[in-house]
């Protein structure tokens, strides 16, 4: 599948987590910053490139291109001291990340780096635990297009890969839509499924009450 097709899906599935986000999750849809201007990409890009030998994966330059991040919420006032209601956990396993924060989180777990990260990979991440980054998430390598999609953790050493991939960002978002819309697909599990907590839109384990928040209800 070429690159193009792979950025036409891209943004059909942002726009269907977009609109979904905007109707059903507030909270979520007010956390998404609006599309990142082509000098921040560039800006990152180069950094990136003058560090690791490598730029961002058309894909990834696509979702930007729609949503260049995330923002911080003014949460109700009622839930301003509850530091676990998050409107930015729609995508299983991270929060998307900046252009420039994605080059941040690269350069601060590539100090961990030890031979637990493959060389062949480019690898940059744009999805982390927090949206200012964090220390693991998701990550698209590219070196390949279409780029694939994999799991990065910094907590012990830079870990590179393992656990379930994407074939692209492309499959990642549709998977995103199909277990929203549909409650089915590869992303919903046993131990994840998507839900509603107070105009959140976050994937938490059903079976698991201290995990999660009284007011928190699966979708499907």
Not at 32 to 44: I, T
Not at 147 to 165: E, F, H, K
Not at 175 to 184: C, K, N, Y
Request: aromatic fraction near 8%; glycine fraction near 12%.
């Amino acid at each position: 599948m070429s690159d193009q097709m792979n950025v036409d899906r891209v943004a059909a599935a942002w726009g269907q987590i977009s609109s979904w986000l905007a109707e059903h999750a507030p909270l979520s849809s007010e956390a998404l910053l609006p599309p990142a201007p082509p000098q921040e990409v560039v800006a990152a890009e180069q950094k990136l490139r003058d560090y690791a030998g490598h730029g961002f994966p058309a894909e990834l330059k696509s979702l930007w291109s729609l949503c260049g991040g995330l923002q911080p919420v003014d949460l109700p006032e009622e839930d301003e001291d509850d530091g676990d209601l998050n409107p930015h956990g729609f995508i299983p396993e991270g929060d998307l990340l900046s252009p420039g924060w994605a080059v941040h989180a690269c350069f601060r777990s590539d100090g961990f780096a030890d031979e637990s990260k493959p060389p062949e990979i480019q690898w940059v991440p744009f999805l982390g635990e927090h949206w200012e980054g964090g220390v693991f998430g998701r990550y698209v390598d590219a070196a390949l297009s279409p780029s694939p999609v994999g799991r990065w953790d910094a907590m012990a050493g830079l870990q590179i890969g393992g656990g379930t991939c994407f074939p692209s960002i492309a499959d990642l978002l549709e998977q995103t839509v199909e277990g929203i819309t549909h409650g089915g697909g590869p992303l919903v599990t046993d131990r994840q499924v998507p839900g509603l907590e107070k105009g959140c839109l976050t994937w938490q384990d059903p079976r698991e009450p201290l995990m999660r928040h009284p007011a928190w209800r699966p979708l499907h």
